[in-house]
């Protein structure tokens, strides 16, 4: 993969598995376990067993090592694993990796999942507590001082920027909470299932850090959600429909930094993910019209908009109109913002359910789903086409 050139991994590898555990508040078994029912069901769902699986990918930050979970879940000998860093960013990445070792040979059937108890136990939400010295996080410095202590206070320098930029008020991101809730409310794994919320209620919700209220915050989850990649020709002789790796790739931007680049020239776009855009058009060939379904990390709102923008479907400022036209559809599962917060790994799942045709919110005919990790870091993303 280059960020000049097309690569040739696409069309070889596809998604042949999807599975989770429910998506609670409190899920009253440990990390491990759910990592292991996630990975089990979808084996199953691929119709796969776990002496199929010789590779194994994860994120850090996750306290599921691939070789705990392979042996807790019945996994044998592993000739491939690795784990991808930068948090949400790593999640469309997990499946780049496992689509490289298939295509070359190092693995035949790769397992990609993430699990936590992110509501009952650790709390990305609560920023940093402590951090031990490294280069890495030396970049916090600049900001901790100063009261930038948490993921929301970090996104908000952008979006109150973006706002200026742009003459919008917050109303603009509710647009996103609105259509996430739209579609959260029809599904029944959603945890804001039957829950709509209206342009009205995201205005009267209380200010987290301004401009962000709480409805432009992604909830806090405990679950899990594993997806099973093979070859593209195999994944044909499997039970379901097989969701082809048209493209995928990862981006970091020039003065990247993890959720506090602040010293770029420009605080309205997300340079990372103008990395994947263009890498992911170049691969797969499509165009930002050749999409039919949206599957954009959605853990703070205003990221969704500018996304939107980086990715060429509409202009610089004008994605909260985007939204509102629903000239795509976004996050048919319900995104972060309503179904569930697993690092993007259930949006993955979403993009495999359009291709099938099973969504609760199916889009007829959907042929070819964008699919995006998280924003403010190091990220990633996929085209995800239908077969044949």
Known sequence: MSVRNRDSLGG????????????????????????VEAVRAALDDAGLTPADVDGMVTFTMDTNPEITVAQAAGIGDLSFFSRIHYGGGAACATVQQAALAVASGVAEVVVCYRAFNERSGRRFGSGVQQREPSAEGAALGWSLPFGLLTPASWVAMAAQRYLHTYGLTPEAFGQVAVTDRKYAANNPAAYFYEKPITLADHAASRWIVEPLRLLDCCQETDGGQAIVVTSAERARDLRHRPAVITAAAQGAGRKQEAMTSFYRDDLTGLPEMSVVARQLWRTSGLRPEEIDVGILYDHFTPFVLMQLEEFGFCKPGEAADFMAEERLPVNTHGGQLGEAYLHGMNGIAEGVRQLRGTSVNQLPGASNVLVTAGTGVPTSGLVLGADG
């Open 12 to 35: 070889k590898a596809a998604i042949a598995g999807i599975g989770a555990t429910e998506f609670s508040k409190d899920s009253g078994r440990s990390e491990l376990k759910l990592a």
